[in-house]
């Protein structure tokens, strides 16, 4: 399985489309569809020189075809193909690394229906900054939407209030949220 066009709709929704290099929220170079580092292995700089539509697309789905490979070899379950597109678009953000020893992947590979998932998701909601984790809305909001095309098979950056309350009440980790 690939990741399908939806998977790439939800990663532009969230990281958005820049030609040229910009600091992240974390203060990562980034460039295109979220790149922190070229296929070379180079990271980007502030100096780098801006690239092309065509080039942003081409770095991602790169991107996104290595986390392929990954999530192929740690899924047990043969996933729909909205789930493996969300599974791929949170990969592309939260890293292949998170992923390989998530309750996400462990949930997944005792049953990929479970409705805890959801709120596995929510577990990433958070960044590092100073050494510390910070809850962050932006990425409260990428889980929530990551998820709703998991469970729901529609992209929907903003989830109803409501559905994320009860999904995150029933996630079994006793969050609020």
Known sequence: MKASANCIKLIEGFEGLVLKPYQDEK??????????????????TKNDPAISKEMAYNLAL?????????????IKYDLEQHQFDAIMAFMYNAGTTQFRTSTLLELININPKDPKIWGA????????????????????????AEAHLYFKNEINFYAELLEITEMALADGFGHIY
């Not at 980034?30 to 180079?42: E, H, Q, V």
């Open 62 to 74: 790169i991107h996104v075809g290595k986390d392929e490979i990954v999530a192929k070899k740690l």
């Open 27 to 44: 203060g990562i170079w980034t460039i295109g569809l979220g790149t922190t580092i070229y296929p070379s292995g180079k990271k980007v």
């Open 121 to 144: 998701f929510l577990l990433f909601d958070k960044i590092k900054i100073e050494g510390e984790f910070k809850k962050s809305k932006g990425l409260f909001r990428r889980r929530n």
